[in-house]
């Protein structure tokens, strides 16, 4: 199958995706006006950071509307976290849009090397040494279980809270604590001597008020896909960490990414 590969320049994963992908005549997208009529399209992952435009390096920001207005059946839409109006149009209108995160082994790959990624981001950016650190982790999910593997090894303070009790229940049977957000909400001195707080679920939990019992020294780290509100009463110190593998293991992201785009499009 011969197939044209636009890439949308984002960070150093589409690097090596190029790279990777030279032989099939991979390019980047140099300016919006010469966006292609036909192919594969590749885009950032997550497909957008703040909900509004696209996440590319490429300028000047494009909103999510105008991209959608360029796209055809005769496109191939390869991404990841896209959200539902991109799905939803693409489905309408008959374009392949493929989420390579709802690849199993891609989306394994993905969460490890996010909870890699974001280890050495936690070490680098707190005062705290991780082993004597009190950890809150928000969400237990496929990216919330491997970040709870992979920090474990350094600490044994880490308290989960989750809203679904199956996952409640994984989170217990793997010897973890873990408690409803209402039960963290109201245990107020276990909030008070948090000083790292890791949130992995979209649509957070726990209410505004939560926030305004965690110490002015805690490091909220969020990874889950947008931005986190924060209520005006918080006074830690929120970090922002979307695309975790394009910054710390582009190389391993780039490739596999490749290899994927590759396998979907049987080439």
Sequence with gaps: MSVNITILPSDA??????????????????????FPAEGVVLTGIPFTKNGKSLFTALLPFFTIESFLKKLTPDHIIIGGNFPA??????????????????????????????????????MSKTPFS????????????????????????YSKKIVITEKNPKSVSSALTNGYK????????????????????????????IAASFFTYIPSDCYVFQVASGPLLLPETFHGILINCPGIPGKYAPKTAGSKLAAEICKYCDL
């Design 13 to 34: 994963r589409t690097d090596y995706a190029r790279h990777c992908l030279a032989s099939y005549g991979a390019k980047f997208l140099d300016r919006w006006e010469n």
């Design 85 to 122: 109006v991109v799905t939803e149009y693409c489905t309408k209108h008959d374009i392949p849009c493929y989420d390579v995160l709802q690849s199993p082994s891609f989306g394994r790959l993905n969460t490890r090397l996010t909870a890699e990624g974001l280890l050495a981001q936690v």
């Design 130 to 153: 991780i082993s004597e650190s009190k950890i809150l982790l928000i969400g237990y999910g496929r990216c919330g279980k491997e970040i709870a593997r992979i920090f474990s090894n």
């Design 178 to 205: 873990c408690f409803t957000p209402d039960k963290i909400r109201s245990n107020k001195s276990h909030l008070n001597q948090t000083n790292i707080i890791i949130n992995t679920a979209p649509d957070v939990p």
